[in-house]
């Protein structure tokens, strides 16, 4: 029996939503012959292990070290002081580093792996590098393009470069260029490019097992909607959450219907139907009353009410997460409208709005612009998308679960 290790970085929950979709598609390729361990911090060691209850010995705490929350994303001003200063409840940026390695190389030496995977941890990396232990790094991001205010993260950039080109494969989790979404969040060097492969998004396959619709179906059978997708972790949720309420306001919007979707599992008490006149339902009352919606807000979606969301609604609204991107643009064809956190989801819509599959938007009327835009010239964009989604490889995970398969093997 083989031992990997899966180093999960706990900042957002791409990360998690790959490796979750890369351990399916390993247990069904290699079934009992792997031994994981998997590794990770805060939110995502807890969904680990509500995931895995039975292999919670399995299961273990990595104090990686992440940015501070701000009110929308990362502050930029308290992660760059709590470089070499304590910052509310974490030590300093260089000495979470040196713990958290110490912890890590305990492992190492301890559980002898055959093979590590690092989706956005780099710590790991190096530690394989160091021991001989074949290392695969997955990624959307290599050196990526920076706005003029962030020239001073260019420095953290080639440093964090160099860590990832120490693994022995790096696996991009897009489809091949030209149809690669992250395009413009990957600046290979000559050095490294040999060790790059192009698997596809680390997309669902499965099909759902569909049941009796649910009475949110039901409320949005046949209605002219845009989905409005809140994700990320607590500040970058949250933050998404006031951009879309200042949107909602605005009288343009006054026969806009919209499905906002919270993206929290743990409150599911978030249901409610907003009619045209500003009364609020549940949207059980919704459905018996049947109320003309404009807005509905839900706490979380089943993967059946998901689906059944992104082949009904009109357009998608996020902030730009990669892992979304492909879900939406590449197995639904939905053009897409994003309002950026981060540097890499502006790099990522941006490259959308050049290929036609969706507009950019910053702030409040840019964001009503779009939606005007949108509807004006949507045969255009399907257009545009259908030509996309035709070209989208969608199976990185399988496709990745085979190179570590055959990796694997050789080593026997």
């Not at 690092?118 to 232990?133: E, F, K, P, W």
């Not at 179906?217 to 951009?243: A, P, V």
């Not at 929290?264 to 919704?286: F, Q, R, T, W």
Request: proline share 3%.
């Amino acid at each position: 029996m083989k031992k990997i290790g899966q180093f999960i970085y706990p900042w957002g929950n791409g990360h998690y939503s790959r490796m979750m979709r890369l351990n399916d598609a390993l247990n069904e390729i290699m079934n009992d012959e792997l031994e994981t361990h998997f590794f990770s911090k805060g939110e995502i060691l807890e969904r680990l292990l509500k995931k895995f209850p039975e292999k919670a010995e399995n299961i273990h705490e990595i104090l990686m070290p992440t940015p501070i929350d701000g009110k929308f994303g990362p502050s930029l001003s308290l992660s760059m002081l709590n470089f070499l200063v304590p910052i509310s409840d974490n030590q300093s940026l260089v000495t979470q580093i040196s713990n958290y390695l110490k912890e890590e190389r305990r492992f190492f030496d301890y559980e002898k792996f055959d093979l590590v995977i690092n989706d956005g941890d780099m710590g790991s990396n190096v530690l394989a590098n160091n021991r001989n232990i074949t290392s695969i790094f997955v990624t959307n991001q290599f050196k990526p393009k920076l706005w003029k205010s962030r020239f001073y993260f260019k420095p953290a950039l080639a440093f964090i470069a160099r860590q990832i080109s120490k693994a022995t494969k790096i696996i991009v989790a897009d489809s091949p260029p030209p149809y690669t979404i992250c395009e413009y969040n990957l600046n290979f060097t000559k050095d490294v490019n040999h060790k790059v492969t192009y698997v596809g998004h680390f997309s669902k396959n499965k099909k759902i097992k569909r049941t009796q619709n649910t009475e949110l179906e039901m409320l949005i059978q046949d209605s002219d909607f845009g989905y409005w997708m809140r994700t990320g972790n607590k500040s970058t949720n949250e933050g998404t959450g006031e951009r879309y309420e200042e949107v909602f306001h605005q009288e343009q919007m006054i026969n806009e219907r919209r499905l906002v979707s919270h993206a929290k599992d743990h409150n599911l008490e978030i249901d409610s139907v907003l009619d045209k006149n500003g009364k609020k339902y549940s949207i059980s009352e919704a459905v018996e009353k049947r109320i003309d919606w404009i807005q509905i807000d839900k706490g979380y979606l089943s993967e059946q009410e998901k689906e059944t969301v992104l082949n009904s609604c009109k357009y998608a609204v996020i902030n730009g997460s990669h892992t979304v991107m492909g879900e939406i643009l590449g197995n639904h064809a939905k053009p897409i409208i994003g309002i950026p956190v981060y540097d890499e989801h502006t790099n990522q819509i941006q490259w959308a709005e050049e290929k036609k599959l969706g507009l950019y938007a910053q702030n409040r009327d840019q964001v009503i612009d779009a939606i005007g835009k949108l509807r004006s010239n949507y045969d255009d964009f399907q257009d545009s998308i259908n030509q996309f989604s035709k070209n989208f490889n969608g199976n990185g995970a399988e496709n990745t679960a085979k190179i570590i398969s055959e990796t694997l093997q050789g080593k026997k």
